[in-house]
């Protein structure tokens, strides 16, 4: 029988044709697909033509289409599905994607035809791509003997298994860990329609949990001793209470096997192996932004739990002040000071946020429409899609969005490309949003609290990064940055979000259809840095226990028990311990480390920001035009053509240079966050 991962997709832009694809599909595609990939490689290696950008960059470029195709609706399966049945065919093949990188990235033929090409006479793009695709060789052990090249690949395979079971556990954590209540009593401060909810069967509510660590929950809950067992639970997921989520030896095995990797590769530690691969270039770059920014955020602490003090006391319900009490307790003090969530909520429905605010400020900035495609089908109903046009009328591309959770997705929120635009393959990009909001009743719209708002403009900016591109090569399109490039335009774009004139688009009652009131408008743009004392130490907090974790040898990694014993001693020597202050993500949840992906790299959000707090005064300052803040299309042309298109072909300090005519300023920083 066909099999639709391996058969080019008739429906628009490529996009997979989900009702045909099932999950027997997979294994089989990704064989053929890896196959047929492994037999390119050798067509480029065995050549005996001299290396040149036709038949080796090209080719090596060409030779990713079809394993892109089969796996992209793969992996999109995997993590906005999930199931058993998805969660073992992922199992299965992560060790042997593994082994097919090793394959390409150890072959000295390779390294050697990339290595000898003449590039006097290249472009910009493929001049960058050659410079960068053999640092990435030399950093993936290519000058290591073959001995021990397969003690590599081995170490590689091992902890693709590990990383895979990771997150497939911390996701059944969140289910697992859920607090359950017996009563409504003990829900006082939630609403009657979602108490009901979490109505369960037997008479009892089970709140469900979200994949970091403060529960949104607690801003509502009136009762301590339920916001305070709802953190509790937060924070012991993985801990060893249900088998079936325990993650705590797998930390320990990952860590290790990281270490050891390491030194394989001649370096002190894994962090150093990461630092080298972005912009950083060295860890101890990192471990200075962090602590630097990390004194003046806990001083903030400090000073934000002077300013609740009066709440605090004049609580009748409480006893003092717990970490699971902060957020209902900074909530109340926003509603005094700045706006708190329950004003704002009428005035924040996704639809709104959606069509009218993030969509609005790309049509000012870029010149870019939007148009409904219903016609397009997703992997469930709720998926929507939106055909994108430039000014002109062309088409640039395909946007979906899957906003709300299910069982078995992963939590969090996160971009991804179905279709890579690149100019060699004639391809038009297909990119995806995810998040796990709530889905509402069939009929309802959903209002959103600020911080989701935030939560839609940042994954838009991704989305732009890969509709936006515009490279030859598909190796270099989109996202295909280093990581702590990759959240700059993520976090550039939550800039919109505040602005007066998008926020008057998308900020009107969902009944009514009156705008904010000016009131609130005021009080919003003044919240800007309000807890920002907390967010930065709660941040700051994981992005060291993740440096921590990767700046030991082998022998220092401590055993499984001694875990939580080990983030807090850590926590404390790198100054961020603050006992209402519990990291974003403790490590037997935290999956953008041990999941992969963002190992030894959480700090890329800071360092990337360092750049964004910069251009953000670019906006507001040369780029403005009659007091608009930077919201108009010749700032939003400098962004697309400078940085959104450009994609990996080349340096992205040049890039964040082009756009603001200079290195970036450290100090932005700490002004963007009012420290």
Known sequence: MTNPLLTPSVLPYGVPDWEAIKPEHILPAAHKALKAQRQQWETIASNPEPATVENTVVAFDKSNDVIDSALA???TLFSSMGGDELDEIQAALGPELSAHQSAFWLDRRLFDRFNSIDLNDADEETTYFVTDTLKKFRLKGIDLPAEEQETLKGLDSELSRLEILFSQRATKAMDDYSLTVSSREELAGLSDEQIESYKQDDGTYRLPLLNFTNQPL???LTNPATRRALLDASMSRGLGEHESSDTREIVTAIATLRAQRAALLGQPHHAQVVAQQGMAGDSQNIIDLLSSVATRAVEAVDRELEDMKGLIDADSTGDGVQAGDWSYYQEKLR?????DDA??????SLTNVVEKGIF????KLFGITFTPRPDIKGYVDTIETWEVFDESGEAVGLFQADFYARKGKQGGAWMHSLVTQSRRAGTKPVIMNNSNFDEPAAGQDLLLTWDQVETVFHEFGHALHGLLSDTYYASTSGTAVPRDFVELPSQLFEMWAYHPEVLSQYAVHHETGEPL?????????????????FATTEFIASALVDQAWHRISADEVPTSDEIEAFEKKALKDLGVHHDLVPPRYRSAYFKHTFGGGYDAGY?????AEVLVADI???????AAKNGDGGLNREAGDILRSELLSRGSSRDPMETFKAVRGREPRAEALLERRGL
């Open 73 to 75: 609706p793969a992996f």
């Open 218 to 220: 607690q801003v509502d």
């Open 335 to 339: 509603g005094q000071v700045a706006v």
């Open 343 to 348: 004003a704002l909520k009428p005035y924040l």
């Open 360 to 363: 609005y400020a790309a049509e």
């Open 517 to 533: 009131p000016e009131d609130l408008v005021a009080k919003l743009s003044a919240s800007k840095t309000f807890g920002r004392g």
């Open 603 to 607: 700090y890329s959000y800071m360092w």
């Open 616 to 622: 953000e005064q670019w906006f507001g300052s040369e």
